[in-house]
């Protein structure tokens, strides 16, 4: 596995390499997967022009390319973008803004960026599309069904999960009475579960608001990106957290021995 992802690390980096060399950027695309949506950047618009990278959320991820394309081409022109501003022409019958992104977010979703770079002190813009009606999605009527497919890179750095802040998750309450969260479950179903250890009783589970844990522990936000099916462990509050399958039926037996 470790060997697969050194290969693949490789081939993209030769191909961010070639295509910043051949067309003055590359555009990196990576499909939605479980709750988290797609979304697609550009790599070389800022060594080539001096212009921010560019990142897009929640569209089919030929779209996004096609639009970042288009931007690249404006740039390439002697163009350039600012946040916001509203532009037209970017997409058909609707006008676009950008935001400048936190670089609290820079690690979440641009590594190949960090890596060309040689590090992660550039400027960076989201390309923020509007719903059917033309509401943007920090506007009060924006389609509530698409709240979640373009996270707002300029804020909520205290609140990465794309999730209700209200959402019910399962906590020890031990985690109240101040011992560390050390392991969490995000099942196929997509509920979460947050243990401070492996053996529990029934009575020591409580239900509170996914906030509130990650209040109670600011590291729970780096989980955002856990994917349904798996698990996170650690072995102490100030240890990195490691991800894995979860296995619910092998690791429900384990924490009830």
Same mark, same amino acid.
């Given at each position: &596995?470790?060997?697969?992802?050194?290969?693949?690390?490789?081939?993209? %980096?030769?191909?961010?390499?070639?295509?910043?060399?051949? !067309?003055?950027?590359?555009?990196?695309?990576? %499909?939605?997967?479980?709750?988290?949506?797609?979304?697609?950047?550009?790599?070389?618009? !800022?060594?080539?022009?001096?212009?921010?990278? +560019? +990142?897009? $959320?929640?569209?089919?991820?030929?779209?996004?390319?096609?639009?970042?394309?288009? *931007?690249?081409?404006?740039?390439?022109?002697?163009? @350039?973008?600012?946040?916001?501003?509203? !532009?037209?022409?970017?997409?058909?019958?609707?006008? &676009?803004? $950008?935001?400048?992104?936190?670089?609290?977010?820079?690690?979440?979703? /641009?590594?190949?960026?960090?890596?060309?770079?040689?590090?992660?002190? $550039?400027?960076?813009?989201?390309?923020?599309?509007?719903?059917?009606?033309?509401?943007?999605?920090? %506007?009060?009527?924006?389609?509530?069904?698409?709240?979640?497919?373009?996270?707002?890179?300029?804020?909520?750095? *205290?609140?990465?999960?794309?999730?209700?802040?209200?959402?019910? /998750?399962?906590? &020890?309450?031990?985690?109240?009475?101040?011992?560390?969260?050390?392991?969490?479950?995000?099942?196929?179903?997509?509920?979460?579960?947050?243990?401070?250890?492996?053996?529990?009783? /029934?009575?020591?589970?409580?239900?509170?608001?996914?906030?509130? /844990?990650?209040?109670?522990?600011?590291?729970?936000?780096?989980?955002?990106?856990?994917?349904?099916? !798996?698990?996170?462990?650690?072995?102490?509050?100030?240890?990195?957290?490691?991800?894995?399958?979860?296995?619910? @039926?092998?690791?429900?037996?384990?924490?009830?021995?």
């Amino acid at each position: &596995m470790t060997t697969d992802h050194a290969q693949h690390d490789r081939e993209a %980096e030769e191909r961010i390499l070639h295509d910043v060399e051949k !067309y003055g950027c590359h555009i990196a695309m990576l %499909e939605a997967e479980d709750h988290l949506p797609s979304f697609a950047y550009t790599i070389g618009l !800022y060594k080539t022009f001096g212009h921010p990278e +560019i +990142i897009c $959320f929640g569209l089919p991820v030929k779209t996004m390319a096609g639009l970042l394309n288009n *931007a690249c081409d404006i740039i390439r022109e002697g163009g @350039s973008f600012v946040a916001g501003k509203p !532009y037209e022409g970017l997409l058909e019958g609707y006008n &676009m803004q $950008f935001l400048e992104v936190n670089k609290a977010s820079y690690r979440d979703y /641009v590594g190949y960026a960090g890596w060309f770079n040689g590090n992660f002190d $550039f400027p960076l813009l989201q390309f923020v599309w509007p719903d059917k009606q033309h509401h943007f999605p920090w %506007e009060e009527n924006f389609n509530p069904d698409w709240q979640f497919l373009q996270p707002l890179l300029d804020r909520n750095m *205290a609140f990465k999960f794309l999730e209700q802040k209200n959402l019910g /998750v399962f906590v &020890m309450k031990q985690a109240y009475e101040g011992m560390p969260i050390l392991k969490v479950y995000h099942d196929e179903d997509g509920d979460w579960q947050f243990h401070t250890a492996d053996d529990h009783q /029934v009575e020591d589970v409580i239900l509170v608001a996914l906030e509130q /844990v990650t209040k109670l522990d600011p590291t729970i936000n780096h989980l955002f990106d856990l994917p349904q099916g !798996y698990k996170a462990c650690r072995q102490h509050r100030e240890d990195d957290w490691e991800y894995a399958p979860y296995e619910a @039926s092998k690791d429900d037996e384990e924490a009830d021995e």
